[in-house]
């Protein structure tokens, strides 16, 4: 094994700058980092010398990426970035597959509860589990939030001091095609539902209805709130945008509706006034950021409280409700005590504290004590030298994954220049959204 490191992204938005810390840590210490694009990573991976791979998920589709890696001998990481929002064990359990404990070196967890849950499903796992908390919340932090402030106060030049309604409707809303088709394909064709179980068909025809019945009180909250006030509504990556579009394009709304899926999220709750989200992890960040944020509720059929936002947050089910806070926070008002949650979870048992470290660096500690004394370092004879394309890749994906080299470049140096790194580094380009990062030698 070679200490190179592997970093699959499958959402530039969600995951590159906090993958990109993590790299930091693994570069400091001598090792190489091969991060981007995970379908083309994924093809081309056998070029590659055996390293640690960090997997995003612990599904079956994710299993089959590892299975043939672990066969020549890679180490894997793994992470299961679904479960960050959940606070339901059988959604958990769903999103693992049968022999997950066995492809896994490390599994990091991000809580407490995580971890109670996922070894529960799979006991074998236990010993491999480490407790390290969420890696893009190191992101919240003010030494990186500090080199955020241009681009939120672009964001507010733009579209005013705006209320941002964040969505996660995937399933009611998917860009598969429909719901029907999002459940044959990816929830049973990935065997996260299995059929056999009437619990589990269950809970997902209730999570169903859920959503539908939440995204269409979403319209009516974003038809209420554009009357009055400058919204920026902001559909997830797995949602069909053009339901959005749509909903903008009923009326002008004097300019006050607009659909935007760009950039980091971390930036729109950063210049936004108002954070209203449903059930998703955008409400736990913004709350770790100390903004004014709730989960809107407008339907619950027993889901609700399967989502760690809502034991979290202030929940409201009211329109008018929230129109009125967003009322009095563009007149200026604070709304520390309307959005009080007295009564509510404490959040640490579902995401670990940061405390006075970053996460990235518990995560790459965890990795290091496992794989760093077995490894020999890597050297640029290792590596194929050449550029690898991306082909037969559905436009959605690209959506998911669409990073340049010269914004690649830019996150390593804002994530550098917060980690006060003092190393140079080399970057190569090994394909469409792929790079290989090295420490600079003296003489190179």
């Known amino acids: 094994m070679r200490k190179v490191l592997y970093l699959p992204i499958e959402e530039s938005a969600r995951e590159l700058e906090a993958r990109l810390i993590l790299a930091h840590f693994a570069l400091r210490d001598g090792w190489r980092v091969v991060v981007g694009h995970q379908m083309l990573l994924t093809k081309i991976i056998h070029e590659f010398p055996v390293g640690v791979y960090f997997a995003k998920g612990t599904n079956a589709i994710q299993c089959n990426k590892i299975r043939p890696l672990k066969a020549r001998g890679f180490g894997i990481v793994s992470i299961e ?3 960050v929002p959940l606070a339901e064990p059988l959604l958990i359990k769903n999103l693992m597959a049968r022999d997950v404990a066995e492809m896994t070196d490390v599994y990091l967890a991000h809580g407490a509860f995580d971890a109670e849950v996922v070894t529960e499903a799979n006991p074998a796992i236990d010993g491999k589990v480490e407790i390290v908390g969420v890696g893009r919340f190191d992101l919240l932090k003010p030494l990186f939030l500090e080199q955020r402030r241009e681009k939120a106060a672009e964001l507010r030049a733009k579209y005013g001091d705006f209320v941002l309604l964040n969505t996660n409707f995937g399933y009611a809303n998917t860009f598969v095609g429909s719901p029907e088709e999002f459940y044959r394909k990816l929830l049973v064709g990935m065997g996260i539902v299995d059929e056999s179980d009437p619990e589990e068909v269950a809970l997902w025809q209730r999570a169903l209805e859920f959503e539908t019945r939440t995204m269409e009180g979403f319209k009516q909250l974003a038809r209420a709130l554009a009357d009055e006030v ?16 749509a909903l903008a394009a ?17 930036d729109w709750i950063h210049a936004s006034r108002l954070v209203v989200q449903n059930s998703c992890t955008t409400g736990l960040e913004a709350k770790v950021m100390g903004r004014p944020v709730i989960s809107f509720t407008p339907f619950d059929n027993g889901m609700a409280a399967c989502f760690v936002a809502n034991r979290v947050l202030r929940r409201i089910e009211s329109v008018p409700e929230i129109v009125d806070l967003a009322r009095r926070v563009a007149g200026g008002q604070a709304l520390d005590g309307q959005l009080a949650t007295g009564g509510r979870e404490p959040m640490n048992r579902y995401v670990r504290d940061a405390d006075d470290e ?7 500690r965890a990795i290091r004590r496992k794989f760093d004394g077995a490894s020999q370092t890597a050297t640029e004879q290792d590596f194929p030298g050449k550029k690898f394309a991306l082909k037969g890749a559905h436009a ?29 580094v080399t970057l190569r380009v090994a394909g469409e959204g792929l790079f290989e990062l090295s420490r600079t030698q003296d003489g190179d």
């Open 250 to 266: 009923e009326r002008e709304w004097a300019g006050r509706l607009s659909v935007v899926r760009e950039g980091p999220v971390v």
């Open 81 to 83: 970035e679904e479960n």
């Open 396 to 424: 959605h994906y690209r959506v998911k994954f669409s990073v340049t080299t010269q914004q690649f470049r830019e996150a390593f140096v804002m994530v550098s220049r917060a980690l006060r790194g003092t190393f140079p």
């Open 230 to 245: 400058p919204v920026v509504l902001r559909p997830h990556t797995s949602e069909n945008i053009d339901t959005w579009h």
């Open 358 to 364: 970053l996460v990235s660096e518990r995560q790459w």
